[in-house]
Nanobody, 124 residues
């Protein structure tokens, strides 16, 4: 079992920055890959970024490359998503997920646990 709790969402103007945090408890955090997904109203949940258990591998969706950075601190059992140059189209509920293994994954089906979500709203 893994419990995930996101924090750090909020309202920001276009061009601004936010950092999301996801605190994990339960299974040894250093043995699991992690990821961030998002879901806008009326749309499917989509992949944003992922990181392997050691942090050596990361992947991003094309639209957030060079703007978002995923990182993790295994000593604090926390994964982060640092978002810069935010755009109105980044508005969504952001979900933290835990992969069923050590790898970084873009696939929803590889994730066994999800947080409750954090709202990010970017105003124009």
């Amino acid at each position: 079992q893994v419990q995930l709790v996101e924090s750090g969402g909020g309202l920001v103007q276009a061009g601004g920055s936010l950092r999301l945090s996801c605190a994990a408890s339960g299974r040894a955090f250093s043995t699991i890959g992690m990821g961030w997904f998002r879901q806008a109203p009326g749309k499917d949940r989509e992949f944003v970024a992922t990181i392997s258990n050691t942090g050596s591998t990361t992947y991003y969706r094309d639209s957030v490359k060079d703007r978002f950075t995923i990182s993790r601190d295994n000593a604090k059992n926390t994964v982060y998503l640092h978002m810069t140059s935010l755009k109105p189209e980044d508005t969504a509920v952001y979900y933290c997920g835990a992969v069923r293994g050590t790898w970084a994954s873009r696939e929803t089906n590889d994730y066994g646990y999800w947080g409750q979500g954090a709202q990010v709203t970017v105003s124009s």
